[in-house]
């Protein structure tokens, strides 16, 4: 069973780097490729970022392309969102997502995704 769990999110100006935490709480997503999703209030959920089952493939939204960067640390069971030059529009629930298979799924789909943590606030103040 996978579970994860993310912290890191919180309130902060806009501009302001953040970085945000997902554990893979029992090491049974190591093999997987692993992501982000984000929903703001009274929008659909979106794909933001993905990473494969070792970090040497990534992919990204246009929207955060530049500003976002994700990567894994398969020794610790972790990966991580770093957020910089945050935005008002970056606001929202992020979710850490897994899928069961190695390579990032071709659709940028929640359907594509497996398992899900709580999600972690972000909210920026312009």
């Known amino acids: 069973q996978v579970q994860l769990a993310e912290s890191g999110g919180g309130l902060v100006q806009a501009g302001v780097s953040l970085r945000l935490s997902c554990a893979d709480l029992q090491r049974t997503a190591t093999d997987y490729a692993m992501g982000w999703f984000r929903q703001a209030p009274g929008k659909e959920r979106e794909f933001v970022a993905a990473i494969n089952w070792n970090g040497d493939s990534t992919e990204y939204a246009d929207s955060v392309k530049g500003r976002l960067t994700i990567s894994r640390d398969r020794a610790k069971a972790m990966m991580y969102l770093q957020m910089s030059n945050l935005k008002s529009e970056d606001t929202g629930v992020y979710y850490c997502?897994?899928?069961?298979?190695?390579?990032?799924?071709?659709?940028?789909?929640?359907?594509?995704?497996?398992?899900w943590g709580q999600g972690t606030q972000v909210t920026v103040s312009s």
């Open positions: 997502v897994a899928a069961q298979r190695m390579s990032i799924p071709v659709m940028r789909a929640s359907e594509e995704y497996h398992y």
